[in-house]
């Protein structure tokens, strides 16, 4: 099969389209050709601590490989249908269209992977096409976590989302307006008709004012941008509100660490797990018509490197899909 190895850190070139041998299911897995993936954030954390702060660089190095990648093949999210089942999986069957992530394990940006069926693993709606669903796990998932579990977002609930035409910003504004919020995002002035279109009730260009001077308060700002700071955006919460970052950066994690025991306004910042309740949630509200995927660029499995180098760019709008298979969108 066809897969994309990574095997050295460095810029996105070092990612090499290669034959390898494609995998067999063990008895309790399921063997999925992928349609579709994802190059997201995280991606390029794992390819290159792009976007990781200094704080963590040391531990993730740890983690996935300190001198060279202990993963060769990375990637977090995928799309497709399963070609065959292992002898005790029950759960699904072959020709089932899924879409999940491997977590805590990677391996995407192949024709294959072998998955536990009892992993963050699910059936593909209906309604969605395969790029749509592979866009779902991470980056919704993550906006979830943020909304629903540490913001804990409440019907009537002022809120402020910082980078509201990213991975996490767009599906984070839909989630926020599905709970009941009066949802305000920033964005650049390219981005302002898309953030409105996903259900915002305001919206700042970022360009032209800055949402920390313009005497409005919010119950919680989301920084899915990962570029703001809890002081610069004290002001501008209510009291009890809270301030939400998406990166363990030592202006996020000391200011935590104090308002955990000193004053109303709080900070809180984490990783989201990956599980298959999340998943299943997120295939309702994509069902019920309250959450759509924002794809801004696709890209064939060969030309992977281009895709990270737009994403590490920093500016990218939605998600940006890696077409594992060509012309299968369905």
Known sequence: MKAI??????????????????????????????QATTVTTSDCNFRNLTFVPTLVRLPMRLQFG??????????LDLAGEIEAVGADVTKFKKGDKV????????????????????GVLTIKPE????????????????????TRDLGNIQAGDKVLINGASG???????????????????????KNLELVKSLGAD??????????????QNYDVILDAAGKSSFSACKGSLKEGGVYLHTLPQLNVILPMLWTAFIGSKKVKMGSAPAKV???????????????????????????????FRYVEGGHKTGNVIINVVQNDKT
Do not use: W
């Open 5 to 34: 190895l990574h095997t050295e850190y460095g810029p996105p070139e070092e990612l090499q389209f290669k034959d390898v041998e494609k995998p067999v299911p063990k008895e309790n897995e399921v063997l999925i050709k992928i």
């Open 66 to 75: 300190f001198n060279k990648p202990k993963y060769n093949i990375i990637g």
């Open 99 to 118: 879409f999940g992530t491997p977590e805590p394990a990677l391996g995407t940006y192949a024709e294959y992977i072998c998955i536990p069926e009892d």
């Open 127 to 146: 309604s969605l096409t395969y790029e749509e669903a592979a866009a779902i796990t991470n980056m919704a998932n993550a906006a979830l976590f943020f």
């Open 167 to 189: 991975g996490i910003g767009t599906y984070a504004v839909q989630l926020a307006k599905f709970y009941g919020a009066e949802v305000t995002g920033v964005c650049s002035t």
């Open 202 to 215: 305001h919206v700042i260009d970022y360009t032209e004012e800055d949402f920390t001077d313009n005497g």
């Open 277 to 307: 309740e999340n998943l299943v949630t997120l295939k309702e509200l994509v069902e019920a018509g309250n959450l759509k995927s924002v794809i801004s660029r696709r890209y064939p499995l060969e030309q992977i490197a281009e895709a």
